[in-house]
Structures are given as C-alpha cells and as structure tokens.
C-alpha cells in the first residue's frame, strides 16, 4: 500500500504542475464570484499544507519561506494579503521540489504511530500513512478548483 500512497503522490503532483504550466499568469489572480480564493492562493496551499502534513511524519526543514504561512495557511485569502505573493515561476519551482522529495521518501515510514493522533476536525489520523493519504485527497480538492476557476474564467471570457 505505501508504494501506491507515493505512486498516487507523484501522479498528483504531476497533473498539478502539468496544468499549472499551461496557465497563463494573467489569470492567478482572477476571482470569480462565488470563489473564496484564486488559482495563485490555492496553489500556494497546496504547497505550504503539503509540507505541513510531511514534516507531521518526516523529519524535513522546510524550504518554503516563511512568510507563505501568512498568505496560504487555512482561513487567508489574497484580499487580505500585505505581502507580495510568490510568482507562478517560484510556486512551480516550489511543487516540483516537492515531487522530488517524495522519492525520498521510505515506505516504511507510513506505518509510523502518530503519538497523540492528528485530528483535523472530525478527521482522526493514527499512522502518518494516512496523514499522506489525506495530503493526496487534500491536494487533489484543490487542483480540482483550480480546474473550476480556470472553467470559469474561459467561460467568462466568451
């Protein structure tokens, strides 16, 4: 099983960065009504939650800047943003380092306890295995919005 969590890993982040690339920079920043957030912020969210729940199980220094907890971290939104985002050139740069780092990982390591578990609302994780399922389901919510506001947005410009 933990060769198919990073199998599935890769396939993710792949389809992201594929998609990410063919997005022209004009259009990160747009935010259509009823959207919270932009293609920019969930991309951003994708990587700075991504490292959250890694370093939950491995031990990683995180190579995002500091300030990407300010602009991307759960409940923030580009409205409220003082400082400049990161541009589509670093937010690539930053997911790809990332998929990178997944063939680092030892598939041992899913089977780790998390003591005490993480819980993440209703969420209850026991194995840092599931810590990573819930980072693929995670990122995958989110490039799935990406592909709603890029719909959007072409059908806007019709």
Not at 3 to 31: G, K, Y
Not at 144 to 155: E, I, M, N, P
Request: aromatic letters at 10%; charged letters at 20%.
């Amino acid at each position: 099983m933990s060769n198919a969590l990073l199998s599935m890993s890769t396939s993710v982040r792949q389809m992201v960065i594929h998609q990410v690339q063919s997005i022209p920079e004009e259009s990160f920043d747009v935010q259509p009504d009823p959207f919270n957030n932009t293609i920019r912020w969930n991309l951003g969210h994708i990587a700075f939650v991504n490292e959250y729940f890694l370093s939950l199980g491995l031990s990683i220094d995180s190579r995002l800047p500091d300030h990407y907890a300010q602009l991307f971290k759960p409940g923030t939104k580009p409205a409220d943003w003082s400082d400049i985002p990161p541009t589509k050139e670093e937010l690539i740069q930053n997911l790809t380092r990332q998929l990178s780092s997944f063939s680092d990982i030892d598939p041992s390591v899913f089977d780790k306890q998390m003591d005490p578990p993480i819980e993440l609302g209703p969420l209850k994780f026991e194995t840092f295995g599931e810590v990573f399922n819930f980072a693929i389901v995670h990122e995958s919510m989110h490039f799935a919005t990406v592909s709603c506001l890029l719909k959007v947005l072409q059908y806007q410009k019709v």
